[in-house]
Nanobody, 126 residues
Framework: QVQLVESGGGLVQPGGSLRLSCAAS????????MGWFRQTPGKEREFVAA????????FYADSVKGRFTISKDNTKITVYLQMNSLKPEDTAVYYC???????????????????WGQGTQVTVSS
């Protein structure tokens, strides 16, 4: 069982920045992938970004391209989401996710991921 521990959420003004962290209690192998999703009340969980551990390929939702950056620390098995130029519509609970067997086309759907963190609230408001 993989445990994911998130940190870094909070309140920020529009145009500001936040960095989320997610530490995994596992060793990466096969097609190990970590990613971030977000969810607002009454809506389905939405893909934000993902990173393939082997090779470092990254994937982003169109809504965050150019503003968010996903990266990793190989020694800590930790993934980060640097969020810049934040907008009120970025307000959501952000969830870290991990999986060992995703093919690229399966990454954007939350239903295909096996492991989830507890979620961290990000609020963008003046």
């Amino acid at each position: 069982q993989v445990q994911l521990v998130e940190s870094g959420g909070g309140l920020v003004q529009p145009g500001g920045s936040l960095r989320l962290s997610c530490a995994a209690s596992t060793r990466p192998f096969n097609r190990f992938t970590m990613g971030w999703f977000r969810q607002t009340p009454g809506k389905e969980r939405e893909f934000v970004a993902a990173l393939r551990w082997s090779g470092g390929s990254t994937f982003y939702a169109d809504s965050v391209k150019g503003r968010f950056t996903i990266s990793k620390d190989n020694t800590k098995i930790t993934v980060y989401l640097q969020m810049n130029s934040l907008k009120p519509e970025d307000t959501a609970v952000y969830y870290c996710a991990a999986d060992y067997s995703l093919i690229q086309s399966s990454i954007p759907s939350h239903k295909n991921w096996d492991y989830w963190g507890q979620g961290t609230q990000v609020t963008v408001s003046s």
